[in-house]
């Protein structure tokens, strides 16, 4: 049977009636959206969809979020680790910026919260029981025996001084610090050449905390040459120190604790003709004795916990003791004396690098680093700090706080810091991610802010910042 073609556009068929109409019958015109209502997605199975047909959030909704704080924090810690591990000054990188306060490259200001040689920033609020303090002759002339102060900072005048000529004066010859030292020229018969201040309670430590820390240059043998000491030996709590116990290069602590006897701690590992720093200290009935900051066994079978040293009858004499038989030949410099505390001795120590000084300045300071230049404008910074709780326990955004800048410090953001764990035994660590900075740019800064700080019970020590940017 022939097939019979009807061409008649006023024919309207519905679905209904073309129940089986096959696709490849379709080959022209457009089926609307609402046509394909229930494509099922395994019937798309070749072709390209463009990138503006597949909206964001359909792939998204698929990926799992990456947080990668994490990674930047313990990469910004261990930066903090190398350069404190190779004492590296500040430096920075495309991404980072490390400082651990080697030196004072990195800061660019600072009020009343100066870098400390030991390596770290903080507020100075004074140096707690700080009773004596010896400047080494910077206030006199050199050559003069007419000495007006012994001490620097501190309301204590010499009473008086014992010697002529060569025997004690300021000189040029040695010094640790500055331009002069004072030299003392005892001679093997004689004690006499001396510094000396009248009897005070600040020499008398009791039972309690002390330390006597210094430097000294001793020039020649002589056996019981004595550097300082307070009393004749007469009265419990007398002592004085001394070197070249037995003619052996030795340090010695002497203190009469009865009618009968003294307790001697030698301590080897000195030598004529050199710098030394030396300091003994007592903590909680504890005596330790260190060697340029190095604590060394010491040989005692006294109990220092009841032990008086010092009292309030006696002398406080520099250059000799009248309970030595030989007074000090050579140089002595930057000597301190602490009553109820000890400067030095939960550790091992880096002495003084420069004149101590009883500084005292505002319980609130802060400092503020160099520009860092980042290589494009930023405006979300984080930062690590570690820091020390030297007393008290500080918090974190009152005691500490951090702000952030990239105009080269014309605006700063006040950042909100959350404590990690420790960074050492000691040393705290604290960080902030992603801070959004107000004013966006390239000249990068940080700054630190103290408050709150009060020496002996609130004392903050910055130990080093690494930047993110």
């Not at 073309?18 to 019958?25: H, L, Q």
């Not at 003069?144 to 501190?154: A, E, I, P, R």
């Not at 000090?328 to 301190?336: E, F, K, L, S, T």
């Not at 800064?445 to 020496?455: D, R």
Request: charge should be negative.
């Amino acid at each position: 049977m022939a097939i019979i073609k009807i061409r008649n556009t006023a024919i309207d068929l519905d679905a209904a009636e073309i129940p089986n109409i096959d696709a490849s019958k379709i080959t022209s015109g457009t089926i609307s959206s609402s046509r394909i209502s229930g494509l099922p997605a395994s019937s798309i199975s070749s072709g390209t969809f463009s990138d503006a047909r597949i909206a964001a959030s359909n792939v998204s909704q698929h990926a799992s979020s990456f947080d990668d704080n994490k990674i930047v924090n313990d990469i910004s810690t261990l930066a903090i680790r190398q350069s404190s591990n190779e004492n590296k000054a500040a430096y920075g990188g495309s991404s980072m910026y490390v400082d651990v306060f080697q030196d004072g490259t990195g800061i660019s200001a600072n009020t009343n919260a100066p870098r400390n040689a030991s390596e770290y920033v903080s507020t100075a609020v004074g140096d707690t029981g700080l009773v004596f303090l010896m400047d080494g002759g910077e206030t006199e002339s050199v050559g003069s025996t007419n000495f007006y102060n012994l001490s620097s900072g501190v309301a204590v005048n010499r009473d008086g001084i014992n010697g002529s000529g060569d025997s004690i004066r300021v000189r040029d010859t040695q010094k640790k610090f500055g331009s002069n030292a004072y030299y003392y020229e005892n001679s093997s018969s004689s004690h006499d050449y001396r510094h000396y201040f009248n009897a005070n309670s600040d020499w008398d430590f009791g039972t309690g905390d002390f330390s006597i820390d210094g430097f000294i240059y001793y020039t020649a043998d002589a056996h019981e040459m004595s550097i300082m000491g307070v009393g004749t030996g007469s009265t419990n709590g007398d002592y004085f120190i001394r070197i070249n116990e037995w003619n052996s290069d030795q340090l010695v602590f002497n203190t009469k604790y009865s009618t009968n006897g003294h307790a001697n701690i030698p301590s080897t590992g000195i030598s004529p003709n050199t710098w030394l720093h030396i300091c003994v200290a007592r903590k909680s009935g504890v005596l330790k004795i260190f060697i340029d900051g190095v604590s060394r066994t010491i040989t005692s079978s006294t109990n220092w916990a009841t032990m008086p040293v010092g009292n309030t009858a006696g002398q406080l004499q520099w250059g000799t003791s009248m309970y030595a038989g030989t007074g000090m030949y050579g140089y002595i410099d930057g000597w301190r004396m602490y009553k109820g505390t000890a400067k030095y001795f939960d550790a091992n120590f880096t002495p003084p690098t420069s004149q101590p000084v009883a500084a005292t300045t505002s319980a609130t300071g802060n400092f503020i680093s160099n520009a860092i230049t980042a290589s494009a404008s930023t405006n979300k910074m984080g930062a690590i700090i570690t820091y020390q709780d030297q007393a008290g326990t500080n918090t974190l955004n009152t005691d500490i706080v951090l702000q952030l800048s990239a105009d080269g410090g014309s605006n700063f953001t006040t950042a909100t810091l959350t404590a990690l764990p420790d960074f050492s035994t000691g040393i705290k660590m604290c960080k902030v991610n992603d801070l959004t900075i107000g004013t966006a740019g390239t000249s990068l800064k940080y700054k630190l802010s103290f408050a709150n700080q009060s020496a002996g019970s609130k004392e903050a020590r910055i130990r080093g910042v690494s930047l993110q940017y």
